[in-house]
């Protein structure tokens, strides 16, 4: 067998572990408002319409969510649904559970919610609902009113006594939201946003984000019991389900016909070509080797 070949073969292999690199890692922005504001895409909608749609980039908006894990909360200010000033800081002390809605979401919003709700409740019967705290708030503002908020909660049934619905001044909405890493954009069905829950410590830090619209115990009551034990939080990097999320959330887009995500198998099958693609680079690869061993023992 000639090395040449073999070199070459690995050379190709490491051209495209390089190209896969570039195509999913974002350079580091530099520090300032940029390197925070969820980045955008623009989708055609149809070949004759001329027509396109701003939707949220679901790559960047996951970096930016996992970059807010390991900072403090701030010390925002909002209005529960009595209009009376609450700050976030008065949670401190128990662990939290923070996601944002919008009053007028007619699917995705009342969908998280009941479910967040189902995950939570028998935590709540076993540890008691003095031991931690809930917090939904409204990113619609001034439509997001703690009038709407109530009629919100009221309308789907939430009526757990550690679980409270705020509204942030229109003019803190970027800073909260970007200090818990909550990406949205505006469209024409209302919002594209980032389904997520926000896991803070009773020290204000945030530990954890669980991402999608329905939550098992796995997702939300384990690591809430541990919180509200002492018990330490098991990692998530590169385990099979953090993984399975970013995959779900980048392989997700935003239907403006229906306001729900749907999910766009191209990108499944771009993934899955692109890693067939490698395996069978490195086929080849093997295959040099063993004949280029070969050829050496029977010319030895």
């Given amino acids: 067998m000639n090395p ?5 073969a690995l050379a190709l292999i490491a051209l495209a572990a390089t190209m896969k690199v570039g195509a999913g890692d974002t350079p580091t922005a530099p520090p300032g408002p940029a390197a925070t504001a969820p980045a955008t895409a623009r989708v055609p909608q149809g070949n004759r319409s001329g027509l396109t749609l701003t939707t949220l980039d679901n790559d960047s908006a996951y970096k930016l969510s ?10 925002h200010v909002l209005l ?3 209009g009376r ?3 976030l800081a008065d949670y401190k002390g128990k662990p939290l559970l923070v996601n944002f809605i919008y009053t007028a979401c007619f699917q995705v919003c009342p969908t ?15 540890l008691g609902a003095e031991r931690f705290n809930i917090v939904s708030i409204g990113f619609n503002q001034p439509f997001d ?4 908020m109530k009629a919100f909660a009221t309308q789907h049934g939430i009526h757990l006594p550690n679980w409270e619905f705020l509204s942030p001044a229109p003019a803190i909405v970027d800073e909260l939201t970007q200090n818990f890493g909550f990406s949205f954009v505006s469209t024409t069905a209302g919002f594209d946003h980032l389904n997520q829950v926000t896991f803070v410590d009773a020290e204000g830090r945030i530990v954890r984000q669980v991402y999608g619209e329905s939550f098992t115990a796995q997702d939300i009551a384990e690591p809430l019991k541990a919180m509200v034990t002492g018990a330490p939080l098991p990692t998530q990097t ?12 980048i392989c997700s887009v935003y239907d403006p016909l229906t306001g729900r995500y749907r999910t766009n198998y191209a990108l499944y099958f771009e993934i899955a070509g692109f890693i067939s693609f490698l395996f069978f680079l490195g086929w080849i690869a093997w295959n040099f080797t063993q ?7 029977q010319s030895g």
Avoid: F, H
């Fill in 291 to 297: 004949k280029y061993r070969n050829d050496r023992i």
């Fill in 66 to 75: 996992q970059n807010a894990i390991g900072k403090p909360v701030g010390d």
């Fill in 4 to 8: 040449a070949l073999l070199r070459r």
């Fill in 85 to 87: 000033p609450k700050r």
């Fill in 145 to 148: 009113s703690p009038e709407a």
């Fill in 112 to 126: 998280t919610t009941r479910n967040l709700q189902k995950a939570v409740q028998n935590t709540v019967a076993v």
């Fill in 238 to 249: 590169s385990t099979i389900a953090e993984l399975a999320d970013r995959l779900r959330i």
């Fill in 80 to 82: 529960d649904r009595q």
